[in-house]
């Protein structure tokens, strides 16, 4: 497809379980954001991957959250040992040029943990 | 810290009317200012966006002012319709290419 993919769209975990979200973003765009955005609230900086620099982790809210990113490619991110605050709306963007251009946004992935 | 502020938290306007919501920020590095619209269970979308060269952006129905001075921008929307109800979200973007977010307004327009 020609927006960023997330997957998956929905995820329902039991409290101190890990999960993965996965991101495929536009095709081509070097630069990849992850965000998190609470029901009702404004989006939360997660961390930040821009072609083979190393990533701007300073949104990550705990060492349970992590990031990886192939190249320029898929970005996965892990939360280990969920908690109940963790649920969220866990939102993917991309970018051509981050300098030059806006983001795109994925549609997100639905964390809920029970 | 909120590195943009965005007001008013929500919004009810009738249609056919105006619609404006405002962000206020800090730091003079920002470069470029967009504004995203995000509808229930869906990823934000750009709508428009201004650099601060520049002191308005029309497009169609929606209007980014921008004061450089006051560190203020704003998005009008024109002749307010139902299905223009949903979030608004302003950011503005700093020179390491990080983009920091209002915090949203939440428009209804009522038929």
């Known amino acids: 497809g020609a927006g960023v993919s997330q997957s998956p769209s929905n995820k329902v975990t039991e409290k101190g379980k890990d999960v993965e979200l996965r991101c495929d973003p536009i095709?081509?765009?070097?630069?990849l954001y992850w965000y998190r955005q609470r029901l009702g609230q404004g989006l939360e900086f997660l961390i930040y991957f821009q072609g083979n620099s190393a990533p701007d982790k300073s949104g990550l809210p705990s060492d349970r959250f992590s990031a990886e990113r192939t190249g320029e490619s898929v970005s996965t991110l892990t939360i280990q040992r969920t908690q109940q605050e963790d649920s969220a709306v866990y939102l993917c963007?991309?970018?051509?040029?981050?300098?030059?251009?806006?983001?795109?946004f994925g549609e997100g992935s639905w964390l809920t943990v029970v | 810290q909120q590195q943009v502020k965005q007001s008013p938290q929500s919004l009810i306007v009738q249609k056919g009317g105006i619609s404006i919501i405002n962000c206020a920020y800090e730091?003079?590095?920002?470069?470029?200012f967009p504004w995203y619209q995000q509808f229930p269970g869906k990823g934000p979308a750009l709508l428009i966006a201004?650099?601060?060269?520049?002191s308005e952006k029309k497009e169609g129905r929606f209007t980014i002012s921008f004061n450089k001075s006051a560190k203020q921008f704003s998005l009008h929307i024109m002749d307010s319709q139902p299905g223009d109800s949903a979030t608004y979200f302003c950011a503005a973007r700093d020179t390491g290419n990080q983009f920091y977010f209002g915090t949203g307004t939440s428009l209804t327009v009522i038929p």
């Open positions: 730091n003079t590095a920002f470069d470029y």
């Open positions: 095709s081509g765009h070097t630069a």
């Open positions: 963007a991309s970018s051509l040029d981050p300098g030059v251009n806006t983001i795109y």
């Open positions: 201004i650099r601060p060269d520049v």
